[in-house]
């Protein structure tokens, strides 16, 4: 009778484990993919990353050994601060587009990736931003952004 209900007990508990990895299956997965959006930048077009949590922001664009115009990364910030950046472990050279309430406020163009080992230099806006847009050095200039533009979320077709 004993060894008949661990049988039981055997099979209740398979069929328990078997709903459990079911469900598990079943589960979405975290995406471990970096959100996109597409801004409208005075009258150019960006496709930029969004660094949405600490870990995004710290590592932003470090590493990557190119940045194709029109394409960038976008760091939002709540509420409205003045964020300090900086080059460390960049390969590349970045303008820094410094944007509040929806208005480009500053540019910091052609800010160079480090060199030496020395203390690297730090950047900041002159006043407080909710968002910065790093773009591939001189992508300002070459596209006309200009303090004063607009930045918005385009469209979606």
């Known amino acids: 009778m004993q060894l008949r209900s661990f049988g039981v007990v055997g099979v209740v508990f398979g069929m328990l484990?078997?709903?459990v990895w079911l469900v598990l299956r079943a589960r979405p997965?975290?995406?471990?993919?970096t959100p996109m959006i597409t801004l409208n930048v005075g009258s150019v077009?960006?496709?930029a990353e969004i660094a949405d949590t600490p870990a995004r922001k710290a590592r932003g664009l470090s590493g990557r050994?190119?940045?194709a115009d029109g394409s960038g990364m976008l760091f939002p910030f709540a509420p409205v601060q003045r964020p300090t950046f900086w080059m460390k472990d960049m390969l590349i050279?970045?303008?820094l587009v410094?944007?509040?309430g929806g208005k480009v406020t500053e540019i910091t163009s052609n800010v160079p990736p480090p060199s030496g080992s020395g203390a690297l230099p730090l950047y900041r806006p002159a006043a407080g931003v909710d968002a910065v847009l790093e773009v591939a050095a001189g992508?300002?200039?070459?596209?006309?952004?200009?303090v004063g533009?607009?930045?918005?979320q385009a469209p979606v077709p």
């Open 98 to 100: 410094w944007i509040r």
């Open 139 to 146: 992508f300002a200039e070459r596209a006309g952004v200009a």
């Open 149 to 152: 533009d607009t930045v918005r």
């Open 45 to 47: 077009i960006v496709q």
């Open 93 to 95: 050279p970045l303008d």
């Open 65 to 67: 050994a190119s940045l």
């Open 29 to 33: 997965q975290a995406s471990t993919e």
């Open 17 to 19: 484990l078997a709903f």
